[in-house]
């Protein structure tokens, strides 16, 4: 019998072939949706209305992305959704299988094979750069040092007009106080790497053209983290008249999106010099606000435009005067709500709620350009249902990087793009290096200290030799 | 040609109030395998990341060779550190998916596909260099990750268990392939593991660190043979050494009825102790009249040996739960149905430690 561990018990996971290998599931347990490369076999499932990601893994990293993917969700960091560990699965001849860790399927998350698509525009792929920035940056600012960040370990999300990024895949994280310099300079060293070969491979695939290139967007990578790095811990010094200077600097982090919790302002007695640093310094700044004041769980910039509407519906009101929560509660039940109402329930996996009211916002205002007058909101809700909502795909489940990339390219297997691309008529070339390995069980763990003194017998090398 | 050498290095996290690495000192010869093997957290990643340039030492200093490093930026050092990475691009020939780090160096073309070449060569990847990587099996994979180490051509390796995430068998496979390949090209290496196993099948000598402190470096057959203190000769070795507390008496130190040999000049080292604990490997048992006696609660038969599993005789029933196991691995068939036996030691592979000190005093 396999052993789940889970907080949240699940008797619908019960029934899949937990005997099987991964590999091997029948594909009408499996969602055929698109997906970062892998090195473990890794399949979607659906279990009720819900999409789970499994991934087969040996059991101390199960167990270890389990719970760093805890913690990282519980310090409200941009990552999967764990669900929970199968240990202990046998096959039916009694062998044991590695375990599955189960991870809720992101919604309405856009892996980056299916953003990166011929032609893409450099506009675009520089805001996903951004927010990979931003990722990093959070993850460091909790003390969370990631060891593996590539394209295919981020899942990019809609934001407003920009993409807000989570981290996938934790396998190899640490989880500090804090990091030190060199543990970020070694993070960021493995990002230049590994991110550098990912766009290396899209160029190759003919989906990264000039003047994108990969070395300059991995050096972007490189310097906008340590500018945001700065503005987000480095310290600040001026004289004692420029006091406005903190108050600046807190505006701009708020600009970023980030609160600062507490910052570090020390005078020297001496002179009339004041060094400040901000020293915690939390993500969500606007998020934050949007949900204390509407309860609507965003994206940072979808909350910083929704925020933006509501400002402007208080002041077009002349609410000026009235408490903003109960503002806040108008605007939620008069202008959010009916816009929704507007979207037909077969249309709404399409958007999220609060990117759709982005794209209503924008509508509008094109619209009002054009025809030099104010659209109200309801019409244009009904306008972009009609005109762009309709031709758009499906995006909490999007399908769309699974079509080939180009008349050639065929998956060798549609459930995992890690295998590559099919190739006629090839066989593949005779390697010895294979006949050698050996099929033997492995007495794994087990110290055979007779190999061992027979090996230092012939090299020469005995015990107490090097004393 | 390099060598290594910390001295006195040490790294105390921002923060932190004890060293994450405290006053570490080791040689590494040039064209050393060494192996840094302990428990999480015991300070091996950092160790290895000072080495590397990317954490500060905060007291004394690394060299490369006869150059201080200690101060120097990381891309100064000629070393490579390797990680986890086997990700393995689909659009991109295998060749590219070794050399492609280099092109980011900006590494000439001609002796970038040169060192690829050569690299393929020592790896049997020749035929598959033109190809697009798909198929490849968890073993071409591996290969794929080690050419990408090799093309760099450092002076010195730094490898981060980068065998961690492997099942068992290509684990074992993959880490005869690395000592191999390390031990033709001669590139010093640095390791760092969890695993003894691997520490003790890989390295050329294994050093083991406890609390960010060097606890023994040898070769590890020393490491076996001769551990210097009770962490080590608990930590090497699986199934791991028997350590038994026992009464200092005259001759020796009683365990039980019996009284364990040990020579005077060694019980003179603990003077005042009124304990001490033996270390008994397991092989180093044979039944014998005169000896240990103990109930035996489970046999395992290996084919040509058994594994015997029992408690110290007399443990009553319950405290037999969490009683100390003592693991006996045996040549002689084990009468069937007999619950106690007297395991006999030979005295020359008994292992004495002070429990004060913790230190070995045989
Ligand atoms: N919860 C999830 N929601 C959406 N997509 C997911 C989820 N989990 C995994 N994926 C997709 O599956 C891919 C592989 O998962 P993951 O990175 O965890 O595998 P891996 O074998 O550990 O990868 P690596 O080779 O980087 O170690 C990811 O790139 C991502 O696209
Ligand atoms: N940024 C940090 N701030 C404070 N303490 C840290 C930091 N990074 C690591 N440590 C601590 O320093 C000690 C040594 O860590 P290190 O990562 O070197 O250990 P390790 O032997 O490599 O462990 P593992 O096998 O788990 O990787 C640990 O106690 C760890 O918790
Ligand atoms: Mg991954
Ligand atoms: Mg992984």
């Known amino acids: ?108 998350s856009l892996p980056y094979r299916s953003l990166f698509t011929p032609g893409v525009r450099q506009e675009t792929v520089s805001r996903l750069l951004d927010a990979m920035v931003v990722l990093i940056a959070r993850l460091h600012l909790i003390g969370f040092k990631w060891g593996d960040v590539s394209l295919s370990n981020i899942l990019f999300r809609r934001d407003a007009g920009d993409f807000a990024a989570y981290l996938v895949d934790a396998e190899t994280g640490e989880l500090h106080t804090g990091l030190s310099d060199g543990q970020r300079e070694q993070d960021l060293e493995i990002a230049r790497t590994n991110l550098y070969g990912d766009f290396l491979d899209l160029q190759a695939g003919g989906l990264l053209l000039p003047p994108l290139d990969p070395i300059t967007l991995v050096d972007t990578v490189t310097t906008r983290y340590h500018e945001l790095w700065q503005e987000l811990t480095g310290v600040e010094e001026f004289s004692g008249s420029e006091m406005d200077r903190i108050e600046g600097r807190v505006r701009r982090l708020n600009a970023l999106g980030f609160d600062v919790a507490e910052m570090d302002i020390q005078t020297d007695a001496g002179s009339s010099k004041i060094r400040i640093q901000p020293k915690v310094v939390d993500a969500g700044h606007h998020q934050r606000r949007l949900m204390r004041l509407t309860g609507l769980d965003t994206e940072e910039n979808q909350a910083r435009r929704l925020l933006n509407d509501l400002d402007t519906y208080r002041f077009r009101m002349g609410l000026s005067h009235v408490d903003e929560a109960v503002v806040a509660h108008r605007w939620l039940t008069e202008v959010f709500e009916p816009v929704m109402q507007q979207v037909p329930q077969q249309l709404r996996a399409k958007r999220e709620p609060a990117q759709l009211f982005h794209e209503v916002l924008d509508y509008r205002w094109y619209g009002s350009q054009r025809e030099h007058r104010e659209m109200p909101m309801i019409e244009a809700a009904q306008g972009y249902v009609r005109d762009v909502l309709e031709a758009l ?38 390697d010895p290096w294979e006949d050698e390995v050996d099929d033997s069980p492995v007495p794994s763990g087990f110290l055979d200290i007779a190999a061992l003194r027979a090996k230092a017998a012939d090299t020469g090398e005995g015990s107490g030799a090097t004393r | 040609m390099a060598t290594v050498s910390y001295k006195d290095a040490t790294r105390i996290y921002p923060g932190s109030d004890h060293p994450a690495v405290d006053r570490l000192n080791l040689e590494i010869g040039d064209g050393e395998f060494m192996v840094l093997v302990g428990p999480s957290g015991c300070g091996k990643s950092t160790s290895l990341r000072m080495l590397a340039g990317l954490e500060e030492v905060n007291e004394g200093n690394i060299f490369i060779g006869d150059r201080d490093v200690t101060d120097l930026p990381p891309k100064d050092r000629d070393i490579a550190m390797v990680f986890q990475n086997y990700a ?104 760092v593991t969890h695993d003894q196993v691997e520490a003790m099948t890989m390295g050329h000598r294994v050093a083991v660190m406890k609390d960010g402190i060097l606890q023994q470096v040898d ?98 029933d319950e405290a037999k739960i969490t009683a100390q196991q003592i693991v006996a691995r045996l040549s002689t068939r084990h009468p069937a149905g007999q619950n106690r036996v007297r395991l006999g030691v030979d005295p020359a592979s008994i292992h004495v430690f002070s429990n004060e000190s913790q230190l070995r005093i045989s």
């Open chain 1, 1 to 108: 019998m396999p052993r789940f561990v889970s907080t949240t018990p699940d008797s619908r996971l019960l029934p899949f072939p937990w005997d099987t290998p991964l590999a091997d599931w029948p594909v009408e347990l499996l969602v055929a949706l698109p997906r970062g490369l892998s090195r473990h076999v890794v399949r979607f499932i659906q279990v009720g209305h819900s999409v789970y990601a499994a991934k087969e893994v040996v059991e101390h990293l199960a167990v270890h992305e389990y719970r760093l993917l805890t913690d990282l969700y519980r310090l409200d960091t941009p990552s999967v959704e764990p669900v929970g560990i199968i240990t202990e699965r046998r096959d039916r001849a009694g062998n044991l299988l590695d375990p599955i860790l189960l991870t809720r399927h992101l919604e309405f």
């Open chain 2, 219 to 316: 070769s590890p057959l020393t490491l076996y043979d001769k551990p210097a203190n009770l962490f080590v000769a608990g930590f090497i070795g699986s199934p791991a050494m028997n350590l038994i507390s026992g009464k200092v008496v005259d001759g020796g130190v009683q365990i039980g009825d019996y009284v364990v040999p040990v020579p005077r000049e060694v019980l003179a080292k603990a003077e005042g102790e009124q304990n001490l604990t033996l270390g008994i490997r397991p092989e180093a048992f044979h039944v014998d009249e005169a000896g240990i006696a103990v109930d035996v609660s489970v046999v395992e038969d290996l084919g040509a040996d058994i594994y015997l599993y029992a408690t110290l005789a007399g443990t009553s």
């Open chain 1, 393 to 430: 795909p499906d995006e909490a489940m999007s399908r769309e990087a699974l079509l080939p990339v180009g008349p050639t390219e065929r998956l060798v297997n549609p459930y995992d793009p890690s295998q590559g691309y099919v190739e006629e008529g090839e066989q593949p070339p005779h």
């Open chain 2, 88 to 191: 393995l691009y689909p659009h991109m020939t295998v060749a590219d998916n070794m050399g492609f780090a280099l092109k980011m160096q900006n590494v000439p073309k001609a002796e970038r596909q040169q060192r690829v070449l050569e690299a393929a060569k020592l790896l049997g990847l020749e035929d598959f260099l033109n190809r697009r990587p798909k198929a490849l099996s968890g073993g071409q994979r591996q290969r794929v990750a080690m050419g990408r180490a090799i093309v760099r051509q450092p002076h010195v390796f730094l490898m981060d268990e980068p065998l961690s995430n492997l099942d068992a068998k290509l684990r074992v496979s993959t880490r005869t392939q690395i000592a191999a390949l390390q031990a033709r090209l001669g590139v010093t290496t640095v390791y």
